[in-house]
């Protein structure tokens, strides 16, 4: 067996090539990487015309950020199509271009020793050179992989969420060309190094096998000349510089936007937009944003990540069900407004039957894998058309109702506890040791359904033996619905309201059966404080019924009834804070069957009634509940659980359409059920025994 030589095992570079032309060469390069850099500075100075942004988050949290979702593409296999070209692409992209940037360093390493030792260092060879080739041709395959379906679902699926721009698929098509060029490169070297009249003695096979694409495709290019292989090498080479340059033209850019997208992002909460500075509204006069100046500058600079893949487009409540409404587009003419410079008065560029579409459910930024805020976006634009007046309709009529009663039902105060007559339900004011504080929100203390829930809730409380007490006639709305609206300060106004009352009462824990609420104390409240924040912890009602059933305070009832139940998520509980498996924990330990819609957890589907549209008119095939009552029918369960008292009224309606039979209960009415069938079961069962 023949010894391998080590130093054997490598490759020559610029074949053919005179200095001169190697000097042309990285001209060419570097004006190709111009133009992006040119691009990039253009659109920087576009981005700083925003306001300047929150404080960044600490080094460690911004490389994580950027790790994760930029390098590491978190959201992409979400969606198994572009996950199996995507990825491949992606990754085999960044390969290639780590390996070409170490031959470089190579090249360069051994021109400096020649200058300074006399001889020069070249270590591209040996072992560290058969790990380069092989994984340099096993990643350009994934290269030409994930061009060609991606060029396949541009040119042939064509999904009707994909923006499709000429220049779009371009840099795919020279990606394409540079990955098999590149091959034909390879086997065009490996050619020549085995004719002995270029390469004496001939380079052996084991120094060659390692590039295996090109080795396998060699014997095509036996007896070619060093002048075909220039023609080949300088083609590779324009081919590069021409997809650099294309990045400054088309969405692919997003490879070198969306790292710094996520990198710079601040700690923008979800769904919670900026709070106005009441004394700036009032020396200026100004409410809201509508100019692209006023948007954030990583608002603006997050515009140029956008890559047109739909995604938000398909998730989005409001576009499923015809509404004029496309989180896509909001982003795109924006993005095109600031490319034109037309972004002084956005009423020209986004309609306010776009605007107040938006259910701020937060699918879209929950989907968008470059992490474009899209509903943060909808809101700031909505309070400039707000203090404009151009709300109308059954939503002005609520916020009217709101400003007078403080609830956006308009009834009155005196009315508000009503629901818990004979539950001997104590006050703060009564029970001010409390360790629980029960806010029960306005559907909680207005609406017929959210009544029945506030009692079940309160009877599971008092089983468990829970020291609690409600505000009573001291609580307000949280504001909730103003601030999706985009009556800023109203909300503001009912919030500081809420918040000395919070304040006096000094509360450790607040429950409350309402998503919206538990958002709106939670996240949006501190910010109103000026760094002060909150002592208190807010959790979600079925975050508190899952501890009790752990505990032991509460019993796990043994599954009576018939029929699986199913689970609706609630938007501002699953998705935008993350709470999905306290609900299940209750169901799981009350029934005997727990089924799962196909969009659940933070992909749940709306139900319609988030950012104020509860409270508008709309027509029939345009309800969000509707879909939504398709798909947990189509499970089979012969109960909708829900979470929320506007998921009650809107999923409720919705099923009520589709299946009178079916009921549409919270899950402590579901968990007090049980509770109470099992001991009725057990009693009956004693009596017949005596």
């Known amino acids: 067996m023949m010894e391998w030589n080590w130093d054997e095992i490598t490759r020559q570079t610029y074949i053919g090539l005179t200095p001169i032309e190697k000097v042309l060469f990285y001209l060419l390069m570097f004006a190709s990487i111009g133009v992006i850099v040119g691009w990039y500075w253009s659109r920087l100075r576009l981005w700083r015309q925003g ?143 085995r004719n002995p009249a270029f390469l004496n003695p001939p380079r052996p096979d084991y120094a060659q096998v390692w590039s295996f694409v ?30 650099f340059a294309s990045l400054a033209f088309n969405r692919v850019r997003h490879l070198f936007v969306a790292p710094v997208v996520a990198y710079y992002k601040p700690n ?39 890559m047109g893949c739909g995604r938000c487009e398909r998730v989005c409540p409001a576009y499923a069900t015809g509404k004029p409404l496309n989180p896509k587009w909001i982003v795109e003419k924006l993005r095109d407004a600031l490319t034109q410079g037309k972004g002084d008065d956005l009423t020209q560029v986004i309609s306010d039957e776009e605007l107040f579409a938006c259910t701020t459910c937060g699918a879209c930024n929950n989907e968008c894998p470059v992490l474009i805020e899209h509903p943060t976006l909808i809101m ?57 504080l029960f806010w029960v929100g306005c559907a909680g203390a207005y609406d ?71 958002h709106t104390l939670k996240n949006e409240y501190r910010r109103l404080t000026d760094g002060s924040a909150p002592t ?9 019924l899952a501890e009790l059933i752990q505990q032991g305070r509460l019993p796990r009832p043994a599954p009576l009834g018939e029929g699986a139940v199913v689970f609706h998520d609630p938007c501002y509980l699953a998705r935008v804070n993350r709470q999905h498996e306290a609900p299940r924990a209750v169901l799981q330990a009350a029934v005997a069957e727990l089924r799962e819609p196909p969009r659940q957890r933070e992909r749940t589907f709306c139900c319609g009634a988030g950012g104020g549209r509860m409270w508008m008119e709309e027509a029939p095939q345009q309800r969000p509940g509707l879909i939504r009552a398709e798909e947990l029918l189509q499970t089979g369960a012969r109960t909708v659980a829900v979470g929320c008292p506007f998921c009650m009224i809107m999923v409720g309606d919705s099923v009520k ?24 079961a057990t009693y009956a069962l004693r009596t017949r025994s005596t």
């Open 51 to 193: 306001k300047p942004d929150e404080p960044v988050l600490p080094l460690r949290q911004r490389l994580w950020q950027m790790i994760t979702y930029a390098f590491g593409q978190k959201k992409v296999p979400r969606h198994r199509f572009a996950a199996l070209f995507h990825l491949p692409l992606y990754v085999g992209f960044v390969i290639l271009a780590i390996g070409t940037t170490l031959l470089a360093i190579a090249e360069w390493t051994e021109i400096g020793t020649r200058l300074l030792l006399k001889e020069g260092i070249w270590f591209h060879k040996g072992l560290y050179y058969i790990l380069y080739e092989v994984s340099l041709d096993l990643f350009g395959l994934g290269v030409i992989f994930g061009c060609i379906l991606a060029l396949w679902r541009r040119h042939l699926q064509r999904p009707a969420s994909l923006s499709r721009h000429p220049l779009d698929a371009l840099s795919v098509w020279l990606l394409l060309l540079i990955a098999l060029t590149g091959y034909v490169l390879e086997a065009a070297r490996i050619a020549l190094e």
């Open 214 to 243: 090109g080795y396998a495709i060699a014997p095509l290019f036996e007896g070619i000349t060093v002048g075909t292989y220039k023609f080949w090498w300088w083609l590779h080479a324009v081919l590069i510089a021409a997809w």
């Open 268 to 306: 923008y909460l979800p769904n919670v937009p900026s709070i106005e500075n009441l004394e700036q509204v009032e020396q200026t006069g100004k409410v809201g944003v509508n100019a692209l100046r006023d948007f954030a500058r990583w608002h603006l600079m997050s515009l140029d990540a956008c």
């Open 380 to 436: 700031e634009m909505r309070r400039y058309r707000v203090a404009e007046g151009n709300l109308r309709g059954t939503a002005a009529g609520t916020l009217q109702r709101l400003m007078t009663q403080s609830n956006p039902w308009g009834l009155p105060l005196a009315e508000r506890t009503r629901w818990a007559e004979g539950l001997n339900v104590p006050t703060a004011r009564e029970n001010p040791h409390f360790e629980l």
């Open 448 to 518: 017929s359904r959210g009544q029945q829930v506030a009692r079940a809730l309160v009877k599971l409380l008092q089983r468990a033996g829970v020291n609690f007490a409600i505000l009573g006639d001291e609580e307000r709305c949280t504001g909730d619905t103003a601030r999706r609206l985009g009556e800023e300060l109203l909300f503001q106004e009912l919030a500081m309201q809420n918040w000395q009352t919070l304040n006096r009462y000094q509360p450790k824990r607040i429950m409350t059966m309402c998503p919206h609420c538990l």
């Open 536 to 544: 208190w912890e807010v959790v979600h009602h079925s975050q508190v």
């Open 657 to 680: 359409q589709k299946e009178e039979r079916i009921p549409v209960k919270d899950i402590a009415e579901i968990l007090l059920e049980q509770i109470e069938a099992a001991e009725t």
